[in-house]
């Protein structure tokens, strides 16, 4: 365990399901973030939430919608995917301002059929 | 923002022998961190530097950062086969530290 924890491991969706990711971290971090990391292209960052406000939004498509309750959790709400959505999905939390880096969670890996 | 390039994507070396990957910008770098990716895991952060010329070593890894700030190095002194994965390196930029991550080199060790 990492101290992130994604839910579920695994997900198979249609293009017309509605789904969303979960991520919760037990390390007391103020930041948690959402990367798509796919086969050919590097970790791409798609959110940033600060204190439980959201600071980036990297150009995402709306059927990608983040939430943050508060700052242990982070949703990624999916709806009317792509096959070209289908990805690793990873979790990361950090301390803004500490001298160490981003803690990943496991990841969920998203198939869109 | 800043962007860090990491090149050649892959390679394989017979266990025993050193390895040496670079990260490089052609801006001036405030810190660079180094990651690893198991093949099937996730990336685990390994180091940050922040000086300029800063070496540090974890065991048979050493790391380095560049006089000018612009590159970085990871060494591997006699590599293992658990030395096996992708390592990336990234920057942190930004007042929301916003981490952005390099292309990643996916070493592989014969036994």
């Known amino acids: 365990e990492t101290g992130v924890t994604q839910t579920p491991r695994h997900l198979v969706m249609g293009m017309t399901n509605k789904k969303s990711l979960k991520c919760e971290q037990h390390?007391?971090?103020?930041?948690m973030y959402w990367y798509k990391q796919s086969a050919k292209k590097p970790l791409e960052l798609m959110f940033v939430?600060?204190?439980?406000?959201?600071?980036e939004n990297n150009s995402v498509p709306s059927r990608f919608s983040p939430e943050c309750p508060n700052s242990s959790h982070l949703f990624l709400h999916l709806h009317t995917l792509q096959p070209e959505d289908s990805a690793l999905y990873l979790c990361?939390?950090?301390?803004?301002?500490?001298?160490?880096?981003?803690?990943f969670g496991s990841g969920t890996r998203l198939t869109v059929v | 923002g800043q962007q860090v390039m990491q090149i050649p994507q892959y390679q394989h070396v017979q266990e025993g022998e050193d390895f040496t990957t670079y990260c490089n910008s052609s801006t001036t770098l405030s810190n660079i961190q180094w990651y690893k990716q198991r093949p099937g895991g996730h990336p685990v952060f390994l180091i940050q530097?922040?000086?300029?010329?800063e070496v540090k070593k974890q065991k048979r890894l050493t790391f380095q950062f560049g006089e000018a700030k612009k590159n970085s190095s990871l060494h591997i002194t006699a590599t293992q086969t658990t030395d096996v994965g992708t390592y990336f390196c990234?920057?942190?930029?930004?007042?929301?530290?916003?981490?952005?991550f390099g292309k990643g080199i996916t070493l592989s060790v014969r036994p």
């Open positions: 990234a920057v942190l930029t930004g007042a929301n530290s916003k981490l952005t």
């Open positions: 390390l007391g971090h103020n930041a």
């Open positions: 990361a939390s950090s301390q803004e301002g500490a001298n160490y880096g981003y803690t």
């Open positions: 939430y600060s204190l439980e406000e959201r600071v």
């Open positions: 530097l922040v000086k300029s010329g």
